[in-house]
């Protein structure tokens, strides 16, 4: 258990490293950073607190978050996730950051949930995409199954088959393969 935490925590440190430098700046320092940088209620996001040199672990609270945030890292770089309540109105709420004996306070700029794209971007009907027509040909045909033709040539491609299984099996025990 104590393998996957570190595996988790190194991942989500990672994560946070490789975070363009674009995202938005809670804190008054420029020590907190938020992704993504104006969040709608109901979205997952990432914080990446800096300049806590002094400790390995840290918390962030805020009537916005479900939940307090926990921060792990090291360096003096702490991540950590949660999700933005879902019934939250648009405005800016107050971060407050603990890590070590260092405080910190900023606000994250939370936008309104109709701002926000469609979570559905695939088309809910069927997409006229290739293949020819022959999906509208095998919609509109009826379902017969397979016939004769279709049982002959099956046998046929069974016997050559069996055939060359044969074959290489006599060739082995000869010895000349």
Known sequence: MGSLRVTLCTALLGCAVLTPAASAHAADAGGVAVTPSSPAPGTDIALR???C???????????????????AGADGTLVGETRVRTELEAGSY????A??????TGTLTVVDA??????????VAPVHAGGGGTAQHLASASATGPGTAHAVTGLVLAGVAA?????????RSRGSD
Do not use: K, M, Q
């Open 49 to 51: 607190v800096s300049g």
């Open 53 to 71: 040199a002094s400790s390995r672990t840290g918390t962030a609270v805020s009537a916005a978050f479900v939940a307090e945030v926990r921060l």
């Open 94 to 97: 107050d971060v407050r950051i």
């Open 99 to 104: 890590c070590g004996d260092a405080s910190r």
């Open 114 to 123: 109709s701002a926000r794209p469609s979570p559905y971007a695939s088309p």
């Open 163 to 171: 055939t060359a299984v044969a074959l290489r099996r006599s060739r």
